[in-house]
């Protein structure tokens, strides 16, 4: 089994939806995880940042860990074209300080 | 801030030759990390510097990768030979904070894109 399990996609949504990106994993060391987005031939930049479990929110995104399923998903509400990305998600923890990437899932917003 | 700079964006080479990637940090930045992003495998960890010591190599697939950082405004990856298996983007991304910190706040370049043919 994989540490981190991401579905690929790709994902197309219309203007507006609400979109969920998922992934999850195996280590139970993992406390920290995060949620990169990657546009088309660009690096990956930090999108949201949480620890343990439970919720975080930040204007239309909401990232959520559920440690005893080890699951975490990215909400989006509201979906825009300029949303369209490639999502990542990583993770770390325990004696391992490496962030350990999913493969990432690739989203289309169409208007 | 400019960002991380990465140059050449691309490059295309014939199996046996020397690459050489090239990165500039974001100024203040004591960490620079390279990594390597395939379809396969994803994102994947080469090697990180901490003021321009080489700290974890252990993801450097091989001897044919080598990194240096002379200073704090320049590193280099250097593939030699290159094999049609190394083609992949190769990404800089440098941080204020060490891996152990765990912010995951990595400011990635845009990326190499190396094929070999």
């Known amino acids: 089994q994989k540490e981190v399990e991401q579905d690929p996609g790709p994902l197309s949504v219309p203007e507006g939806a609400i979109v969920s990106l998922n992934c999850t994993y195996s280590?139970?060391?993992?406390?920290?995880f995060m949620w990169y987005r990657q546009y088309s031939r660009k690096g990956p930049e930090l999108l949201m940042y949480?620890?343990?479990?439970g919720n975080k929110e930040d204007g239309r995104f909401t990232a959520q860990v559920d440690k005893s399923s080890k699951y975490i998903s990215l909400f989006i509400r509201d979906s825009q074209p300029s949303d369209s990305a490639t999502y990542l998600c990583a993770m770390s923890g325990g004696s391992n300080y490496k962030l350990t990437f999913g493969k990432g899932t690739l989203l289309t917003v169409n208007p | 801030d400019a960002g991380v700079i990465q140059s050449p964006r691309h490059e295309v080479t014939e199996m046996g030759q020397e690459v050489t990637l090239r990165c500039k940090p974001i100024s203040g930045h004591d960490y620079l990390f390279w990594y390597r992003q395939t379809m396969m495998r994803g994102l994947e960890l080469l090697i990180y510097f901490n003021n321009n010591v080489p700290i974890d190599d252990s993801g450097m697939p091989e001897d044919r990768f080598s990194a240096k950082m002379p200073n704090a405004s320049f590193s280099t990856l250097k593939i030699q030979p290159s094999e049609p298996r190394d083609s992949a983007v190769y990404f800089c991304?440098?941080?204020?904070?060490?891996?152990?910190?765990?912010?995951?706040?990595?400011?990635f370049g845009e990326g190499s894109r190396l094929t070999v043919l």
């Open positions: 280590n139970s060391a993992f406390q920290y």
């Open positions: 949480t620890y343990s479990s």
């Open positions: 991304a440098s941080s204020l904070f060490p891996p152990q910190e765990r912010t995951g706040e990595l400011f």
